[in-house]
């Protein structure tokens, strides 16, 4: 199943999106991306690259966030492993084949979040290449 996915990095749920990337800035982590709102996520976000490596720091913009559920639990912290794949369809479908339910979708179809929490508490996210 997951033999085709490339791993892209993390989803990571925040109180303070403007906070958190400015400390990782001042340590250093200076490739971040311009903030994106997407409204079907509920959520403002913005990446920051380490090497091959996507930090996603997203903070709730509403209350049916796909990190609400997280935050509200737990506090800051990692919230879904991230893949990118070629057919964000076929693996939909290949995933819900195996009993995994899709949470959300993005607003541009074109990332997904998949119920995996059960082991582990973290989300799996796919992103069409």
Do not use: C, M, N
């Given at each position: 199943?997951?033999?085709?996915?490339?791993?892209?990095?993390?989803?990571?749920?925040?109180?303070?999106?403007?906070?958190?990337?400015?400390?990782?800035?001042?340590?250093?982590?200076?490739?971040?991306?311009?903030?994106?709102?997407?409204?079907?996520?509920g959520v403002r976000s913005r990446l920051v690259k380490v090497g091959p490596l996507d930090f996603n720091f997203s903070e709730s913009a509403s209350e049916t966030s796909i990190y609400s559920d997280s935050l509200a639990k737990r506090g800051d912290g990692v919230n879904d492993l991230s893949f990118s794949v070629a057919s964000l369809l076929k693996e939909r479908g290949k995933l819900e084949s195996k009993g995994v339910e899709l949470v959300m979708e993005s607003q541009d179809g074109r990332s997904a979040f998949f119920d995996t929490r059960s082991e582990g508490n973290i989300m799996i996210r796919l992103d069409q290449r």
């Open positions: 199943l997951v033999s085709d996915w490339s791993f892209k990095g993390v989803g990571i749920g925040v109180q303070d999106l403007d906070s958190t990337i400015d400390y990782y800035a001042s340590i250093g982590f200076r490739e971040t991306s311009d903030e994106v709102v997407d409204s079907a996520l």
